[in-house]
């Protein structure tokens, strides 16, 4: 099967020597699928993550990564101290239901003072910095879980994984 591409068309920071890896997202499930990570590059010869992972666990916006041969995501090496809480609408919602869950995950998001990126129109990944205050982000989030309106986690509820060779 060919290998298919999770891509971030608007990463959380843009600078002018930005670079594009990949994550081999079948560590986490997700089998003949890899994520597109923009970073930024160091002097050190490692990298800045500079989008919010979509399906990536154990990484965030800011941690610093080592990459191989490759360009393939195979090693973080420091946290930048964010975390990363995705939400996942569920299919089917009805036009009103969709749009009021898919504006209040934006609206939560940007009003805490997080970046938000969305990975098509169910699929959102929000940054959360050491000092953010997430408590009304997730009360929104388990509101909506237990109405079966969507599925949310930390993205560091399983730890980073490199490419299985």
């Excluded at 099967?1 to 999770?6: A, D, E, F, H, L």
């Excluded at 003949?32 to 490692?46: F, K, N, P």
């Excluded at 609408?89 to 940007?110: M, N, S, W, Y």
Aim: charged share 25%; net charge negative; glycine share 10%.
């Amino acid at each position: 099967m060919p290998k298919r591409y999770v891509v971030h068309e608007d990463p959380a920071v843009r600078t002018a020597s930005q670079r594009i890896a990949m994550a081999d997202l079948a560590p986490f499930g997700f089998p003949d699928l890899q994520e597109q990570i923009w970073l930024g590059r160091r002097e050190d010869g490692l990298f800045v993550v500079q989008c919010v992972p979509f399906r990536i666990y154990g990484l965030n916006l800011f941690d610093v990564v080592r990459l191989d041969e490759d360009d393939v995501l195979v090693e973080v090496v420091e946290k930048g101290g964010h975390r990363t809480l995705r939400a996942l609408l569920e299919a089917g919602l009805a036009p009103q239901v969709f749009d009021e869950v898919a504006g209040g995950i934006t609206e939560q998001a940007r009003s805490g003072g997080f970046a938000v990126e969305w990975s098509g129109d169910r699929h959102a990944a929000i940054d959360v910095p050491a000092d953010g205050d997430a408590a009304s982000l997730v009360a929104f989030m388990d509101a909506h879980e237990e109405a079966g309106r969507l599925f949310w986690e930390w993205s560091d509820s399983q730890p980073f994984q490199g490419p299985q060779r």
